[in-house]
């Protein structure tokens, strides 16, 4: 979302409106709204702002959770010039709700994403229909010493917006379109082979140790 001022309520609120289609056309899957909304709402004690306040309608009006203030480890998703911010959020429905283990913030920046926000990490069961854990094969991306920059830049410079989209969910597609184009660019995928080998991607056992260690600490 844009930062604060008369545009930024203008154009935040034409961006809420497109997620509120999304939001109500797709309510009856599992549905996680996340990205900077430059929203404060007071977690950090801070006053709350317009942004804020925008956010927190559109939760209540989508009947979302917000999970930065229900469930996630630790609160600061922005620090830069020593200052900290609160302004990164994973909002989730119903449905969603109902998968969803774990979510932390990478405050002390063991994952380096080559950004002043920090990592927001949702941990989440997959179930088959009899309740058993469901045996997926698919593609890793390579996290681990990611190029970022590069994907940044890849990503900025895919084609958004033409006359050829039209309507809400060709731009939605667009977008899947284009970080997928992007990530499998300058990311990649982690190799498999036959037989069983454990890939090493961005969670390993180092930050495992670490997580693990500042727990016994607190």
């Not at 959770?65 to 900290?84: D, I």
């Amino acid at each position: 979302m844009t930062v604060e001022g008369d545009r930024a309520v203008r154009e935040n609120s034409r961006k809420y409106s497109v997620l509120k289609k999304i939001a109500r056309d797709y309510a009856g899957e599992r549905v996680i709204v996340m990205g900077d909304m430059n929203a404060h709402v007071g977690m950090l004690g801070e006053q709350m702002n317009r942004n804020g306040e925008m956010l927190d309608e559109f939760v209540n009006e989508m009947n979302l959770e917000n999970l930065n203030e229900t469930l996630a480890e630790g609160r600061v998703t922005w620090c830069a010039r020593n200052q900290e911010s609160a302004i990164d959020y994973m909002l989730v429905n119903g449905r969603m709700r109902e998968i969803v283990d774990s979510m932390w913030i990478d405050e002390d920046e063991m994952i380096d994403i080559v950004s002043d926000h920090n990592m927001l990490v949702l941990e989440c069961k997959l179930n088959g229909r009899d309740g058993t854990n469901a045996k997926v094969k698919k593609k890793k991306w390579r996290l681990r010493d990611a190029g970022w920059e590069n994907f940044q830049v890849d990503l900025s410079e895919r084609r958004w917006e033409d006359e050829i989209l039209n309507g809400v969910d060709e731009l939605n597609d667009r977008f899947v379109e284009n970080v997928k184009n992007a990530a499998a660019s300058q990311i990649g995928y982690v190799r498999t082979s036959a037989r069983k080998h454990k890939s090493r991607p961005w969670w390993n056992d180092e930050i495992r140790d670490a997580r693990k260690k500042k727990k016994e600490t607190e």
